[in-house]
Every structure is written in structure tokens, then in C-alpha cells.
Nanobody, 123 residues
Framework: QVQLDESGGGLVRAGGSLRLSCAAS????????MAWFRQAPGKEREFVAA????????YSTDSVKGRFTISRDNAKNTVYLQINSLKPDDTAVYYC????????????????WGQGTQVTVSS
């Protein structure tokens, strides 16, 4: 059974930082691409960042470039999202996702989703 367990969310003031973690089990993590998405209240889920199986290639949406960094530790089956300079607009539930092809191909190719972790940024 595949599980993606996100953690690290919370309430933080604008300008603060968080590090989200996603611990994976039940899949061959080291060969999977991983991604983070987020969904703000009343909005559709949106792509945030992704990393290929080796960690050699990363992608992120323009609104988080320079503030969010995705990374992975294949020895720990864990993917991280370092979030700096948080803004109230970053408030959302953040979801971890896996693409078992090893290369991130877009949201419709995601094979597994986590349950999400809430990030709330106060102004």
C-alpha cells in the first residue's frame, strides 16, 4: 500500500519559513519523480514544484521561484519543500505527489497523492 505522509505545515507569520516533508512508503521512491501541489480555499489545486527521480532536475511555478526549494533524500524516502519569505497568498493545503515514471510529466500523470498538510500565513 502506497502512502505519502506530509508534515511540517503550520501557522507562520508573513516573511517566515517552513520546511515541509513527505515521507513515502510502498513505492520505489528512488525511481519516482515527486512533486508538491497546493490548494487554497476556493481555488483549484495548483502545481508548486517537482523533482525528478535523481534530484538532478527540478521545476517550480513562477510565483514561488526564489522562495521555494524542492529537494529529496532517496536514502530516507523523503521529499522536502523549503518555503521561505512566506506570504499570505501561500496559505493553502500542500500536497505531495508521485509520478512513477521518474520524470515529472504534469498533474494528470500523478500516480499517488498524499493527504496534505495545512500552511497558514498570517499578515
Amino acid at each position: 500500500q502506497v502512502q505519502l505522509d506530509e508534515s511540517g505545515g503550520g501557522l507562520v507569520r508573513a516573511g517566515g519559513s517552513l520546511r515541509l516533508s513527505c515521507a513515502a512508503s510502498g513505492l520505489t521512491f528512488s525511481t519516482d519523480a515527486m512533486a508538491w501541489f497546493r490548494q487554497a480555499p476556493g481555488k483549484e489545486r495548483e502545481f508548486v514544484a517537482a523533482i525528478n527521480w535523481s534530484g538532478g532536475k527540478t521545476y517550480s511555478t513562477d510565483s514561488v521561484k526564489g522562495r521555494f526549494t524542492i529537494s529529496r533524500d532517496n536514502a530516507k524516502n523523503t521529499v522536502y519543500l523549503q518555503i521561505n519569505s512566506l506570504k499570505p497568498d501561500d496559505t493553502a493545503v500542500y500536497y505531495c505527489a508521485a509520478d512513477t515514471s521518474g520524470i515529472y510529466r504534469g498533474p494528470r500523470y500523478v500516480n499517488y497523492w498524499g493527504q496534505g498538510t495545512q500552511v497558514t500565513v498570517s499578515s
